[in-house]
């Protein structure tokens, strides 16, 4: 028997940190810190999250208790424009749900169905589809989530080991070896921000990315303030020998897991990320997202020199609102947040 909570002040705090400890598939996005986080971007977007808690009978205790096996955690993107946001409303399911162990498929389908089907309070909280976005193998649960109108959508996500800095850094290819070397020898360095205004010169770089080669859309800079503040990422940068910054990356640090949310700049990023994963025994560099298969994508083959493992987890997609997707995959082209 299991019971569903659609509140997040009936999910217990301690049960989640447990689930998060114990499950084969949790990633930081699903943690009670990347929720906090979520509520403090209310502007720019609505924080969704369900969980289904399993009542147990304990014959040594001779009692009923409750175990929490799955939260299902996304936020739906807020636009200031209402034209804009009705058109590209999308619900985010960052590193797909958490689920326990041994999940009941009717719990697992009673926490995506409630997922898909929570109120809220105005239709431009309401996205027009839902996107998980798995960092982890969920094909043990595909026909449970085809099953709750889920399709699946193959995706790659990449991995670098980093607990054994000499064999991570073999696996780098030549050409990036002699140019990171290049960049050190040069007086380039890697720091963490330590102002606000080290930020907003990153999220410059970065929105100057997005806007001439990337062409999506990208949060504003209270977003990345906003995870700097409350520490629930790391903002590492690059400084020339002039100490003008050139780049860095945007990295939220959870389930010995770092992860490469927003990059910019060349090589020396990159590197970054993998060199303060060693220094801080954080066991995995997830590099969130390399593309389709068979659909040609530089970025991924950029990723590649330097050693990542390919792994194909997949999205699964719930399109509450057709016509409107359509519509939408046009408009996402053409906005930006």
Known sequence: MYNLVNQIHGISLEAW????????????????????????????MTPQVVAVVREEWSESESERGKRLVGVMLGYTTREKSHVRQYFTRRTIVIGGPLLADDIQDAELEALLKAFAHTEKQDILTQGIYIETRNFNDYSRWKDVFIRCGYDYHSHYDMHIACTNQEEMWSKIHLSKQRAIRKAL????????????????????LL?????????????????????????????????????????????PIGCNTIYEWYIVGNIMPTFAIMDYACNHQIE?????????????????????QFGGELKEYGRFVHVAHPCLYAIGKIAMKLFTI
């Open 185 to 204: 020898a040069e007086g380039q360095q890697v720091a963490e921000a330590i102002s606000e205004n080290e930020v907003r010169q990153f999220h410059t």
């Open 284 to 304: 995995r560099f997830d590099l969130m997202g390399a593309g389709e298969p068979n659909v040609p994508y530089g970025v991924r083959d950029f990723k590649a």
């Open 207 to 251: 929105s100057q990315l997005y806007r001439t080669k990337v062409h999506r859309p990208l949060f504003p800079i209270e977003f990345f303030l906003r995870g700097w503040h409350t520490k629930a990422v790391k903002v590492l940068i690059i400084k020339d020998k002039c100490g003008d910054i050139t780049g860095g990356a945007f990295c």
């Open 17 to 44: 940190r447990r689930l998060m400890d114990t499950s084969p598939v949790a990633s930081w996005f699903q943690s009670p810190e990347a929720y906090d986080f979520y509520c403090g971007l209310t502007e720019m």
